[in-house]
């Protein structure tokens, strides 16, 4: 009896792992392969690249400090004219103005679809560039020397005291937080000027004033925003403020002679500017 019941245990187990089995490939069957994730199912959940979290747009004001360097030719024209005023042939000094700059801007822009850049800015600089040049002896019309005096001379000087600029900028965001760009517009500046014609025997033919200026500008740079408010920029600029002239009549120790001799003096002003800046925008 137990020998029975031992048999039908074994013949109802191995019919019980029978039907399992079949049961599993009858499930595997009609639920089919495990499809493999698509290219489009790949990339939707591939994580986006982060947008850019900075705009340009917006009011700024900030510093700035650097280094100018220009052309300051001075023209020497003897008047009525050369063969008349045969001690002077027309000629030409060149100082070459440098000094330091410092100052202050203001400016708006506004970003239009992620890459370009409009703008204004208007700046403020006060400055130290200078320059004088002195010829002795100096050329007579004659294609010789007026005299070997040292005392002889044809002195220019010129000096910048403080410019500004107004001007458009225009640029694109290559990268989330760089600015490079464009800039163009009015220049203006407070200039001295002054010239010499001496022949040392009291005779002279002197020039000084002052004056303000207004010309064009040009040039360019870059930008570099370092937090949500604050960025960092290097800038360019060319300035031509024009030429100014003065004709001057022959002195006496200082006194007008009434002497049909004049000396005109045309002096040129231009020149460069590099500046770095640090601006807060709001």
Known sequence: MILLNVTGMKQLIRLTILFCACA???????????PLPSGKEMKQVAPAPPECD????????????????GNADTHFDPLPDAATFADLAPQTLHPHPEGF??????????????????????????????GSR????????????????????????ERMQWFGTTRGRIGF??????????TGGLAYGNVDYSAQTNFDNGI??????????????VGGGFEWALTHHWSVKAEYLYYDL???????PQLDDGVPTGSIFFVRNRFETMGNIVRGGLNFKF
Request: charged content about 15%; glycine content about 14%; aromatic content about 16%.
């Open 24 to 34: 599993a490939l009858a499930l595997t069957a009609v639920a089919g392969p495990e």
């Open 54 to 69: 900075y705009t340009w747009t917006g009011f700024y004001f900030g510093g700035n400090a650097g280094y100018g360097w």
């Open 101 to 130: 700059i410092g100052g202050g801007q203001v400016g708006y822009n506004w970003q239009w679809n992620k890459w370009l850049v409009l703008g204004v800015e208007t700046d403020f600089q006060g400055s130290d560039i200078e």
């Open 134 to 157: 002195r010829r002795s002896p100096f050329l007579d019309n004659f294609g010789g020397i007026a005299d070997e005096d040292p005392n002889v001379f044809l002195e220019a000087h």
């Open 173 to 182: 965001a290559p990268l989330c937080r760089l600015l490079i760009y464009a």
């Open 204 to 217: 002279t033919h002197s020039t000084k004033f002052t004056e303000t200026n207004v010309g064009w500008t």
């Open 242 to 248: 024009g030429d100014q002239s003065r004709t001057e």
